[in-house]
């Protein structure tokens, strides 16, 4: 017996050293982070960030690559433009902080065979690091093996930015640790959200935004349950008669182009999207135009 107590109370021992461990790690980001340290706060120092005097850059790569990574540039650059309610009333460097700026953000692709394309598949790497390299540096650095790590790590830098105050040129300014290491991988290849438009039909523009939602929680799998028994709304090229009966109206349909869109639109953020259309069971809305 005491055998049995002295293996509990090392145990327990371990466990509480873990719980310690984990509860010294200061968790900015969501999902946390496998590793984060951040300088302190600086009594005299605040790093900024102007939206107008800032750039995210990268080596050219190749035309898919570039176009790839424009394109999560373009919706990062965006976010500068989400600003809170009444902006004008966050005074401007309350504390009388020395200003010390921040003007790029650098992507960096390590070499290897995966960093030259954007095929995306289960398992495909989006480990990252970010960093900024002391109080005097004026760049952060993204690296990354693949494309979506660098995704990944663009929605972890959009997270460390805090909204401070508007410029007399109604340009908002930013701020973030001065200095900081961050590095980071999925813990499931999987993370996934299920959305069913046989039962409740779904706008396009919906469904676009919702893969926006969903990257924003570094989500990558889009569970499309398309058709069941209530309705059928896929409208296919070689069987149109199966929405044009089975949709709840002719407007709630998705056409082929529909689908290549949101295709195309899910993985410029990283996601694959994995079509349901339920056959043979669950298919009664087929009845509609196939009463045999």
């Known amino acids: 017996s005491s055998m049995i107590s002295l293996r509990f109370v090392s145990l327990a021992t371990s466990l509480l050293l873990i719980a310690q461990l984990h509860a010294h790690i200061e968790h900015r980001v969501f999902p946390a982070a496998s590793f984060e340290r951040y300088s302190p706060e600086n009594v005299a120092l605040l790093r900024t960030l102007r939206a107008d005097d800032f750039d995210v850059v990268y080596a050219a790569t190749n035309n898919d690559i570039d176009s790839f990574l424009e394109a999560s540039k373009d919706r990062f650059m965006k976010s500068f433009f989400l600003l809170p309610d009444n902006p004008e009333f966050y005074p401007e460097n309350p504390e009388n902080k020395t200003l010390v700026p921040l003007k790029r953000l650098i992507l960096a692709l390590t070499t290897n065979e995966s960093s030259t394309c954007t095929d995306l598949y289960h398992g495909v790497d989006e480990s990252y690091s970010l960093t900024i390299e002391g109080a005097s540096a004026t760049d ?38 001065l200095s900081f290491v961050i590095a980071d991988a999925p813990e499931y290849p999987h993370r996934g959200l299920l959305i069913d438009t046989a039962r409740h039909y779904l706008p396009l523009s919906l469904i676009i935004a919702n893969l926006n939602v969903m990257a924003m929680n570094k989500l990558n799998v889009l569970h499309w349950h398309m058709t069941d028994s209530q309705s059928f709304p896929y409208r296919s090229l070689r069987y149109p008669e199966l929405a044009d009966r089975g949709a709840y109206s002719p407007k709630r349909v998705y056409a082929p182009d529909d689908i290549q869109l949101v295709v195309k639109e899910a993985k410029l953020r990283g996601i694959r999207v994995v079509p349901e259309i339920d056959l043979p069971s669950h298919s009664q809305a087929i009845a509609k135009s196939h009463p045999e």
Do not use: P
């Open 140 to 177: 952060a650095l993204l690296k990354a093996k693949t494309v979506y790590g660098l995704l990944r790590g663009l929605e972890t830098f959009s997270q460390l930015l805090k909204f401070q105050w508007m410029t007399n040129h109604n340009v908002g300014v930013f701020s973030l640790a």
